[in-house]
């Protein structure tokens, strides 16, 4: 079924009157791939294989720098130094761009704004697996004009040629899109076509990359922006919600991204959990949250969070020994009370990163209070690249040692993330290491973290619900 999103702009003028087009069903269901399964040279990855590449490429898509430009509240895609690269891209879609079809496969992401492919006449490209889409030999590609307000959505945008032979246009919208370091893509933006499986939706705004730097591995052809930006997937498809529901990493199963009406949490589930979603005017286009707590352990406690707005109180759950820590909560500038940096205390989700990466300071108090909780001696030289490890006894493995939960509270809900999701068993070296890292940036949770949970975000309440799911058996 063919739909037309509701971003409209002088290119659609060029369009005939017969792409005029039914309203779109409620809802899209599109099959996550591990990027890792779609690397056709190497097949037989091991289970610490797929790991340590996966671990490596969220150290790759860190950038702890601070934006270059000044903080901005319109809903302009700020072009910017962000704290994630694009490089990683760990979840695969598959799709189609122009008339005729043109299918690849893009990295969706959920810390960037922007659709974007590389095209032909590729200057600067890296090497990608799919045929390289050309616009030329589509029928319905259009070209974003300069003066048109769509270009101007961008921060960085100047007028020029196209490049493309035959078109002597010098009003051409031509971008430049940042993500961080030295990753960055710059083409023309342009609309065209969009399949998701059978439905196609008519002159959907994206980036014709012909020059891409610092970008995806081979398997990825593009990367598509789910943030709260005016030109990323959601924003133009007027999703008011979408979920997603990610396997543990080497189970091999594919994950489930789902946009529209069915993206819905189990109901009556007793451990869902509601988390009102922040804004950050150093990072607008990100999902945000306010990161109040931190829980090692069970053990109900209370703790008074510091604010002229709310001095409720938060308790965690369970029963058991437990070390917490509160943080004074986050203002709408990134600056969180009794802290100095920008980024404290805040937490970006990141789907696109594996392991979770907190702020230095909370990172070593985490690290302080879990060598304090397990009673094993700390190892090093992890075969995996990760920092915080503990030596396993011989012969004994990780599911039959303890080790605390991790809870998160966020504006005082408790997210808990069980010893599965906080930890790994890095076999080869006969240790049991803590799935996350330190930044001296703003904190990310990662895919890691949010294994067999469905992760539902509601645009509309603003508002982002997590129900632990075994995600191999959804539908």
């Given at each position: 079924m063919d739909a037309i999103p509701p971003l409209l702009f002088l290119a659609l003028l060029l369009l005939p009157a017969a792409h005029c087009l039914p309203l779109p069903r409620q809802s899209y269901h599109l099959?996550?791939?591990?990027?890792?399964?779609?690397?056709?040279?190497n097949l037989n990855l091991t289970d610490r294989e797929l790991l340590r590449r996966a671990i490596q490429r969220s150290r790759d898509r860190l950038a702890s720098i601070m934006p270059r430009v000044s903080p901005s509240r319109d809903r302009k895609v700020v072009v910017a130094e962000a704290p994630v690269l694009s490089a990683g891209g760990e979840y695969l879609v598959k799709l189609g761009m122009g008339t005729p079809q043109h299918s690849f496969t893009a990295a969706i992401d959920t810390a960037s704004d922007v659709i974007w492919t590389q095209?032909?006449?590729c200057v600067k490209c890296y090497k990608q697996l799919d045929p390289v889409f050309n616009p030329v030999a589509s029928t319905t590609y259009a070209v974003v004009p300069c003066n048109s307000d769509t270009c101007d959505e961008l921060d960085t945008h100047r007028c020029g040629n196209s490049g493309?032979?035959?078109?002597?246009?010098?009003?051409?919208?031509?971008?430049?899109?940042?993500y961080g370091g030295n990753a960055t893509t710059r083409g023309t933006l342009a609309v065209d076509r969009l399949a998701m499986g059978d439905d196609v939706f008519r002159s959907v705004v994206f980036g014709c990359s012909s020059s891409s730097a610092g970008g995806p591995p081979p398997q990825v052809s593009g990367v598509v922006g789910l943030g709260r930006g005016p030109l990323s997937l959601v924003s133009q498809l007027s999703v008011r919600r979408f979920m997603y529901c990610l396997p543990p990493p080497v189970s091999r199963s594919a994950g489930r991204l789902v946009l529209g009406a069915d993206a819905t949490a189990v109901r009556n589930a007793s451990d869902k959990i509601v988390v009102p979603m922040s804004t950050n005017s150093r990072y607008p286009s990100y999902y945000y949250l306010n990161l109040d707590g931190l829980s090692i352990g069970d053990r109900a406690m209370t703790m008074v969070r510091s604010s002229s707005r709310n001095n409720a109180t938060t308790t965690t759950p369970g029963s058991s020994n437990s070390s917490v820590a509160a943080f004074p909560p986050v203002s709408d500038s990134g600056d969180g009370g009794g802290r100095t940096g920008p980024d404290a205390y805040g937490m970006i989700i990141d789907i696109a990163s594996t392991i979770t990466f907190l702020e230095e300071s909370l990172y070593d108090e985490l690290v302080d209070d879990l060598e304090e909780e397990i009673r094993?001696?700390?190892?090093?030289?992890?075969?995996?690249?990760?920092?915080?490890?503990?030596?396993?006894?011989?012969?004994?493995?990780?599911?039959r040692v303890y080790a605390p939960p991790v809870s998160m509270a966020f504006e005082g809900e408790w997210v808990r993330f069980e010893k599965e999701q906080v930890f790994v068993e890095d076999r080869q070296s006969g240790m049991m290491c803590l799935m996350m890292g330190k930044t001296h940036g703003v904190s990310i949770l990662g895919n890691y973290?949010?294994?067999?949970?469905?992760?539902?975000?509601?645009?509309?309440?603003?508002?982002?619900?997590?129900?632990?799911?075994?995600c191999d058996s959804v539908p």
């Open positions: 099959e996550l791939a591990r990027v890792d399964a779609l690397d056709t040279e095209c032909q006449p493309n032979s035959g078109d002597d246009e010098d009003d051409v919208c031509q971008y430049t899109y940042t094993l001696p700390r190892g090093s030289g992890s075969s995996l690249g990760l920092d915080l490890c503990f030596i396993l006894p011989e012969g004994v493995p990780m599911s973290q949010q294994q067999n949970m469905q992760v539902m975000y509601n645009l509309r309440r603003q508002r982002i619900t997590f129900v632990k799911t075994a």
